[in-house]
């Protein structure tokens, strides 16, 4: 169950780190995005939010604003799901990995990509990781990882990338793209933050009052 203590101790705990990307698509008509999605809505319980979310705005004493993942689940999921569409896309794109410089997957654990990028048939060197440097920074850890391997040099060429997302959901997308590298910027660190303004005890007795 993804209720279990055993799955939401510290073994299965997110690490999650802060981050912000911006994408600029521009028109062009001379190719054409391919993506491939899925999503499993009866596997929802794998990564959620049981309480204090729209659903069920009441929070558990014990549970408070926590996140659950049956890790077991989650990682049988990433290792067997998501390498089968990523090799259906190649198939349905009529590529390979040689046709790609780089692999770039969600940045959620070091042992699900490198697992992934073996039953895909990458080579170790074109799986590009961030992880180490950022922890999960969830929707923003693909392009997060493409601006941490090329965002530093000002080189005109084309990069030809098979990104790959999974998570929430659960649901899993592969898209390939091509980008060049002075398009991707320079990573940017800062300490400021946006203060949204909201105070907590309001919200608490407006949902009371729904």
Known sequence: SAFSRNKTGHTAAYLFGDAGTATLLKKDKS?????????????????????????????PNDMGNTSMMDD??????ATNQ??????????????????????????????IMKRI??????????????????????????PLTLVNEYGATE?????????????????????GVRINKKNILPLVHTDEYYKD???????????END
């Not at 992880?131 to 999960?136: E, G, I, S």
Request: charged share 20%; aromatic share 10%; with cysteine.
């Open 72 to 77: 077991i689940e989650v990682f049988n999921f």
């Open 197 to 207: 303004g909201y105070n907590i005890k309001d919200l608490k007795e407006n949902n």
């Open 155 to 175: 080189e005109d060429g084309i990069v030809t990338a098979l990104c790959c997302g999974l998570g929430v959901g659960l649901s899993w997308g592969t898209v």
């Open 117 to 142: 990028a073996k039953k895909t048939g990458f080579a170790p060197e074109k799986l590009l990781i961030s992880l180490n440097k950022f922890a999960n920074t969830s929707s923003s850890s693909i």
């Open 82 to 111: 998501v390498p089968v569409q990523i090799n259906k896309y190649m198939s349905d794109t009529e590529t390979t990995p040689d046709s790609y410089d780089c692999l770039v997957l969600h940045q959620a654990n070091m042992m």
């Open 31 to 59: 190719g054409k995005i391919e993506s491939e999605l899925n999503t499993n809505g009866n596997s929802y319980q794998a990564i959620f939010a049981p309480y204090c979310g729209w659903r069920n705005p009441d929070c």
